[in-house]
């Protein structure tokens, strides 16, 4: 790693928090939500000289030299995403200089599988370096962390996702007649079954339309996958399909993203393995419902109805989801029932962003003050 990088100090209200951490990664929209309480400062990610700004991984702070380096610019170190691009006792280098000079160690467990591999068990060894040497674990859901108490045996914090969608984001979704159900297959990474998903939705919607429900699916692949012969099956299974229309796009930006979102009637997430879901999180700020296999921990991000669940491959089970994510007034996009939830939501938001700001900021001072006591 470049030892040489330079990182300018906390400016503005920052410069006056009571706490600054290196967040691994920092400009991720989910750390900025969680450290947005003006107590904590965020030392922005390290950028190799010559390197995209925009492009944090593989994550440069995540180094011993770095952290020795970099000792007096920060108090405590948390760990997010990234972890994937190092090799075995890299993690546990890393923590042992962050303890060296005197910083405590955070997780947040985001994944138990990670969702850009296929194999997740180097991951998970990397797993247990980090449950071994952190100070403190959180998790997003009481799933995840009965998981990891089960395995590490470690003491787990529950602070849930944040919002994703922008306070000011504007939604102004096309919408027709009919019910449509979407299922975005983005770049086919690992954790995405194309073809599986596109097969069972097929055979859902299929039966739904059998018994008189006006409704087609749309799926969304990008131009640039990972998978070829996945997308090429996913082609085959659409053009063979009177249920599905494919709509292939280049990776669209907020706007256009948020506004496809928008219109659906229902979200079908196409996860073969998963922990949690941000694109659930979007979903919920939008209003929009969501059904998700039974993997993972997906169905407790949010337990008031919004979220259904179906077995892997299973088309009646989906089938039955999606008709009972449908009773609810607001499951029609652009009505003003639909309209009233984002709004509403919007406001719970609002409150529980800065909750999950505060517990962070009070979960760092907490152990800064462990370790000077």
């Known amino acids: 790693m470049d030892t040489t990088m330079r ?18 990664p920092a400009g991720h929209p989910y750390v900025q939500q ?22 944090w991984w593989p994550p440069a702070a995540l180094d011993p030299a770095w952290i020795r380096a970099y000792a007096d610019e920060a108090s405590l170190l948390h760990i997010h995403f990234g972890t994937e691009s190092f090799p075995p006792g890299h993690l546990t280098a890393c923590l042992d200089a962050a303890h060296a000079v005197g910083w405590p160690v955070v997780f947040t467990l985001h994944d138990l599988e990670h969702p850009q591999l296929g194999d997740s068990s180097a ?29 590490w045996g470690r003491h787990v914090t529950v602070i849930p996702h944040p919002s994703v969608l922008p306070r000011d984001a504007t939604i ?85 993203l948020f506004a496809a979102l928008a219109r659906l009637d229902t979200c079908v997430l196409p996860y073969r393995h998963g922990t949690h879901s941000g694109w659930l999180e979007l979903c919920w700020d939008l209003g929009v419902p969501v059904a998700a296999p039974r993997v993972g921990f997906f169905a407790e991000q949010h337990d008031d109805g919004t979220v259904a669940s179906f077995s892997p491959g299973d088309a009646t089970e989906l089938a039955g989801a999606l008709a009972a994510l449908w009773t609810a007034p607001a499951s029609r996009p652009a009505s003003p029932a639909r309209d009233a939830l ?17 517990r962070h900021a009070e979960l760092y001072l907490s152990l800064l003050e462990s370790r000077t006591a």
Do not use: N
């Open 34 to 55: 969680a450290t947005a309480d003006p107590r904590v400062a965020v030392l922005d990610d390290p950028i190799a000289p010559g390197s995209d700004p925009a492009v």
């Open 7 to 24: 990182i300018d100090p906390p400016t503005g209200a920052g410069a006056t928090a009571a706490v600054a951490i290196v967040s691994v």
């Open 342 to 358: 984002v709004d509403q939501r919007r406001g719970v938001r609002s409150v529980m962003d800065a909750a999950i700001a505060q």
């Open 123 to 151: 991951y998970l060894a990397q797993l247990d370096e980090i449950m071994a040497g952190a100070d403190a674990v959180t998790t997003l859901t009481v799933g995840a962390a009965r998981a990891v108490r089960e395995r």
């Open 172 to 256: 102004e979704p096309a919408v027709g007649a009919g019910r449509v159900v979407g299922v975005h297959l983005k770049d086919l990474r690992p954790s995405v079954d194309g073809p599986g998903t596109v097969r069972t939705l097929d055979a859902a919607l299929t039966a739904l339309r059998d018994a008189g429900h006006d409704v087609r699916g749309e799926v969304r692949l990008h131009q640039r996958v990972r998978d070829a012969d996945a997308a090429a099956e996913v082609r085959a299974l659409c053009a063979a399909s009177d249920a599905l229309d494919l709509v292939e796009h280049e990776r669209l930006d907020d706007a256009g």
